[in-house]
């Protein structure tokens, strides 16, 4: 716990100063096919894209388990499962964290939805997602993506903290418009 808190604070003081890499491939455009993936998630069951086809998928990255940005974020989509299940829609959220990480995360926040753990930047590197870093410290940019039943994206939020505790409520007007 004490090191969780060391690096929350240190990622909280440095963040404005965090170095941008840019070690992911192209944001994907709106039209585009879903790039297909298989990650573990906080239980350490693999999850694969292809296995929502038919449904919404709000694919989220988000920097970093227990920290209060992603936690904020966590629980507004927490908040609103049940909405996103008459939606027919799934959220699954991707960081660079670990399978042990995200249980640790989910058991303390009450997180129910799938958490999936890409500590080699696989999925975030295939959706354009940008890594910072402070020190040696590596985390994903706060990005969403939403995807169609066809796979397809439809939707990109680019930079989710501009408008972090309404994030949720937004990802759900766009399935709604979407699907009209």
């Not at 990255?61 to 936690?71: A, E, I, Q, R, V």
């Not at 799938?114 to 402070?134: C, F, I, N, T, W």
Request: charged share 20%; aromatic share 8%; proline share 4%.
């Amino acid at each position: 716990m004490k090191r969780i808190l060391q690096v929350s604070l240190a990622m909280a003081l440095l963040a404005p100063r965090a170095g941008y890499s840019v070690e992911a491939g192209s944001v994907l455009s709106i039209g585009a096919t879903a790039p297909d993936f298989t990650l573990p998630s906080q239980d350490n069951t693999p999850i694969t894209l292809t296995d929502y086809k038919g449904k919404w998928v709000v694919l989220y990255f988000y920097p970093k388990d227990m920290t209060s940005g992603c936690t904020i974020e966590a629980h507004g989509f927490q908040r609103d499962l049940e909405k996103y299940k008459a939606a027919n829609a799934v959220v699954i959220g991707v960081s660079l964290d670990t399978a042990g990480t995200h249980k640790s995360f989910c058991d303390k926040e009450g997180l129910t939805f799938r958490l999936l753990a890409d500590p080699e930047h696989k999925v975030v590197d295939a959706y354009g997602v940008q890594v910072k870093s402070s020190g040696t410290i590596k985390f994903a940019s706060r990005q969403t993506y939403l995807i169609n039943p066809d796979g397809k994206i439809v939707k990109f939020w680019p930079n989710v903290d501009d408008d972090l505790r309404n994030h949720s409520s937004n990802v759900l007007a766009a399935i709604a418009t979407e699907r009209k």
